[in-house]
C-alpha cells in the first residue's frame, strides 16, 4: 500500500528524443506527486509536481501526466538534452504526513 | 538562493562507533527530515521532525537513531553504535510549512562503517 513502483530502471534516448518514466501508487490517500531530479554525488531536486486534481502539468520541456483512475503518473521530458542527464525519483506523498515514498529510480542517459 | 547545507560530506567509521550527521537548513522551513539512500537503491525516509519533536519515523528509525534541533539551527542526526548496513548517503531536508509540500535536499553525507 505504501509502495511507489517505478520504470524503467534505465532508459537510453537519443538527443532531441522524448523520455518516458512511468510510476504507479497504490495507496489512494496520496495526494502530492513530485518528481526530484539527481545528478551523481548531489542531493535529490525537485524538478515538477502535481496535485491529483488535475491530469497534466507541464513546465518547459517537462510534462507530468497523471491518471487518478489508474493510479499513474508519467514524466515526459521533451526534447532531451545531453544535460538531462541524470537519475529520475518520483515520490509521493499526503498531506497529513508529508513523508515522501520513493520510486526505484530511472538513471536516464541521453545520447548525443 | 537559500540552500540545505550537510557536514561532513563524507564521514568513515568503524562498527560500534557512535556518528553524527549535521545539517542546516533553510532559516524559515518548519518541517525537517532525514532520508537514506544505500548505494544503487531507492531512497527510503527515516524521520520527520516538526515543532521540537519527532512527528513520523519509519522501522529503519529504531532505537539507536535519535534527532535534535539544539539550537534553531543546526538539525542532527546521531547513530549510536553504528552497523556496516548503516553505510549509505543521508540526506536531510526541509520543507516551508503546512499546505506546501515541497521539500528541499542537502547535498547528503555519504557514511561508511567498517
Known amino acids: 500500500q505504501q509502495q511507489v513502483k517505478q520504470s524503467p530502471q534505465s532508459l537510453i534516448v537519443q538527443k532531441g528524443g522524448i523520455s518516458i518514466i512511468n510510476c504507479a501508487y497504490e495507496?489512494?490517500?496520496?495526494?502530492?506527486f513530485p518528481w526530484y531530479q539527481q545528478f551523481p554525488g548531489k542531493g535529490p531536486a525537485l524538478l515538477i509536481a502535481?496535485?491529483?486534481d488535475v491530469s497534466e502539468k507541464k513546465e518547459g520541456r517537462f510534462t507530468i501526466s497523471f491518471n487518478k483512475s489508474a493510479k499513474q503518473f508519467s514524466l515526459h521530458i521533451m526534447d532531451s538534452q545531453p544535460g538531462d542527464s541524470a537519475t529520475y525519483f518520483c515520490?509521493?506523498?499526503?498531506?497529513?504526513?508529508?513523508?515522501?515514498?520513493w520510486g526505484a529510480g530511472t538513471k536516464l542517459i541521453i545520447k548525443p | 538562493e537559500p540552500e540545505v547545507t550537510q557536514t561532513p560530506s563524507h564521514q568513515v567509521t568503524q562498527m560500534g562507533q557512535e556518528v553524527i550527521l549535521r545539517c542546516v537548513p533553510i532559516?524559515?522551513?518548519?518541517?525537517f527530515y532525514w532520508y537514506r539512500q544505500i548505494l544503487g537503491q531507492k531512497v527510503e525516509f527515516l524521520v520527520s521532525?516538526?515543532?521540537?519533536?519527532?512527528?513520523?519515523k519509519s522501522e529503519i528509525f529504531d532505537d539507536q537513531f535519535s534527532v535534535e534541533r539544539p539550537d534553531g539551527s543546526n538539525f542532527t542526526l546521531k547513530i549510536r553504535s553504528t552497523k556496516l548496513e548503516d553505510s549509505a548517503m543521508y540526506f536531510c531536508?526541509?520543507?516551508?510549512?503546512?499546505?506546501?509540500?515541497?521539500?528541499?535536499f542537502g547535498p547528503g553525507t555519504r557514511l561508511t562503517v567498517l
Open positions: 502535481i496535485r491529483p
Open positions: 521532525f516538526y515543532n521540537n519533536e519527532i512527528s513520523e
Open positions: 495507496n489512494t490517500a496520496f495526494d502530492y
Open positions: 531536508a526541509g520543507q516551508p510549512g503546512t499546505g506546501n509540500n515541497e521539500q528541499f
Open positions: 515520490a509521493a506523498s499526503r498531506n497529513s504526513n508529508y513523508q515522501l515514498i
Open positions: 532559516s524559515n522551513h518548519l518541517y
